[in-house]
């Protein structure tokens, strides 16, 4: 089983920049693929980045490609979100989760196994 916790949300202007980190408890890191998610207000929870188990692989949705980048850290079992050019729409609370399967890329809340319990990200115009 893995334990997440995701860090580093906060209050932004639009155009700034804030960096994610999500923590994964236990010994096989390594053998999860990565996803971030989020969740605005009234809404349901959406896609953003993921990664595959070497971090050789990644995978964005549309509304975050060219401005967000997803790594991660397999020495430190961490896995990161760069978050650039942010606009009020990316206001959200930004969830990790891991996906124990052989499969990348995978985008759908249903495929992922192990969730974080979320940080809010609020982005001001």
């Known amino acids: 089983q893995v334990q997440l916790v995701e860090s580093g949300g906060g209050l932004v202007q639009a155009g700034g920049s804030l960096r994610l980190s999500c923590a994964a408890s236990?010994?096989?890191?390594?053998?999860?693929?990565m996803g971030w998610f989020r969740q605005a207000p009234g809404k349901e929870r959406e896609f953003v980045a993921a990664i595959s188990w070497s971090g050789g692989n990644t995978y964005y949705a549309d509304s975050v490609k060219g401005r967000f980048t997803i790594s991660r850290d397999n020495a430190k079992n961490t896995v990161y979100l760069q978050m650039n050019s942010l606009k009020p729409e990316d206001t959200a609370v930004y969830y990790c989760?891991?996906?124990?399967?052989?499969?990348?890329?995978?985008?759908?809340?249903?495929?992922?196994?192990?969730w974080g319990q979320g940080t809010q990200v609020t982005v001001s115009s």
């Open positions: 236990g010994r096989t890191f390594s053998s999860y693929a």
């Open positions: 989760a891991a996906d124990n399967s052989y499969f990348f890329p995978r985008a759908t809340i249903t495929d992922y196994d192990y």
